[in-house]
Each structure stands twice: as C-alpha cells, then as structure tokens.
T-cell receptor
Framework: AQKITQTQPGMFVQEKEAVTLDCTYDTSDPSYGLFWYKQPSSGEMIFLIY??????QNATEGRYSLNFQKARKSANLVISASQLGDSAMYFC????????????FGAGTRLFVKA | GAVVSQHPSRVICKSGTSVKIECRSL??????MFWYRQFPKQSLMLMAT?????????EQGVEKDKFLINHASLTLSTLTVTSAHPEDSSFYIC?????????????FGDGTRLSIL
C-alpha cells in the first residue's frame, strides 16, 4: 500500500531565505509520480512541481526544486528566496502508475514566511 | 492550460437535504476523476475514483450509498451527498486526470465548502 509522510506540521522561514519541506514515501510500485501542491487559505490546490520515479535529474520549477533521493524514498521540496505570498499549506503527494492512478496526500506542512 | 470547474463553490443547507456537486473538465477529456474530502486543518482524503461509463471505486470506509458518484460523460462527474447531516460538513474537492497527458499531474477544481445546519 502506498504511504506518504510529512513530519513537519509547521515551518517558519525568514523572507528571502530558502526553506526545505520534508516528504518521505513508501510504495512497491516501480513506476510512480511525486508532486507538491500549495493550498492557500482560499482552498484551491496549486500544482508546484512533479518528479517521476524514472527521472534522473531533480525537478525544478522557478523557485521550487525537488530534492529526489530515490534510495531513501524522500522527495523534499526546496523553496528558494521565500516570499510573503509563499505562506500557505504545502502537501506532498504520490501517485502509483498502476492500479488506477490514485493520488494520495501527506498530512501537509504549514509554512509561515516572516517579514 | 487545462482547467477543472467545480460547482457550487459553497453550499449551506438544512440537515436531510441532498446536495449535488459537479466537476467538469473544460478543455480535456477525463476518463478518470477523483473526489477528495478535507476537514479543517487536515489533509485531502481520497473518497472515490470516478470512472467514465462505469461504477465508481470507493475507498475503504466511504459509504457508497451516502456519496453517490456519477460519471456519465468524459467531461463531467457528479458527487451527491444524500440526506446530508452536520457531520458531512466538509470541503469537497475534485480532480481530473487528462488521459492524454501521461504522467502529468491531475488538475483540481477549486473545491466546494459544504455546511449542513
């Protein structure tokens, strides 16, 4: 069964600094995708970044990068140059590419960016 | 880009009412849609997978007679909360998978905040 874990309920970061949000996962499926979403207080899910299990390089999207360590089954999100607008809930998610493409979510990390 | 429209965005109704939530993929075909439920300060919990033209697949612990799902076309899935009670109050959010996009992420609707009085 797939499982995804975020151990940081809340994180604080100073504006303009970088922050790492942790995520570990567990799956027996050799083909899977890892995602990070941002959820502001308004509730919508904003896709940030994607990493495929067979991707050789870490994914990057602007200020977001995913530190993918396959052997450790970790997929940490790094946000560089934090902005006040980055304050939100962040969810790590995993989709197994067999068995219906279900995506499950971690518990989330609330990020607070301080001015 | 791809967009998923979810309607209504907010519902407030009396206990015992049935509430229908629509999820539409606007510019792509979605053979599979997913329904999630999110309680305050918690994560998204997958309720069911909606498959076009066939019965939905429910996650363990989700009452299929309580949460009726219909996926009658490649662009529309509906979730009906039957005889809703206050404990059904929650944030419901759908997502759709673009079957032509391989491994790309699902697209989410903006969610429906359901409040049962």
């Amino acid at each position: 069964a797939q499982k995804i874990t975020q151990t940081q309920p809340g994180m604080f970061v100073q504006e303009k600094e970088a922050v790492t949000l942790d995520c570990t996962y567990d799956t027996s499926d050799p083909s899977y995708g890892l995602f990070w979403y941002k959820q502001p207080s308004s509730g919508e899910m904003i896709f940030l970044i994607y990493q495929g299990s067979y991707d050789q390089q870490n994914a990057t999207e602007g200020r977001y990068s995913l530190n993918f360590q396959k052997a450790r089954k970790s997929a940490n999100l790094v946000i560089s140059a934090s902005q006040l607008g980055d304050s939100a809930m962040y969810f790590c998610a995993m989709r197994e590419d067999t068995g219906g493409f279900k995506t499950i979510f971690g518990a989330g990390t609330r990020l607070f960016v301080k001015a | 880009g791809a967009v998923v429209s979810q309607h209504p965005s907010r519902v407030i109704c009396k206990s015992g009412t049935s509430v229908k939530i629509e999820c539409r993929s606007l510019d792509f075909q979605a053979t599979t849609m997913f329904w999630y439920r999110q309680f305050p300060k918690q994560s998204l919990m997958l309720m069911a997978t909606s498959n076009e033209g066939s019965k939905a697949t429910y996650e363990q612990g989700v009452e299929k007679d309580k949460f009726l799902i219909n996926h009658a076309s490649l662009t529309l899935s509906t979730l009906t909360v039957t005889s809703a009670h206050p404990e059904d109050s929650s944030f419901y959010i759908c997502s759709a998978r673009d079957s032509g996009q391989g491994s790309r992420p699902q697209h989410f609707g903006d969610g429906t905040r359901l409040s049962i009085l």
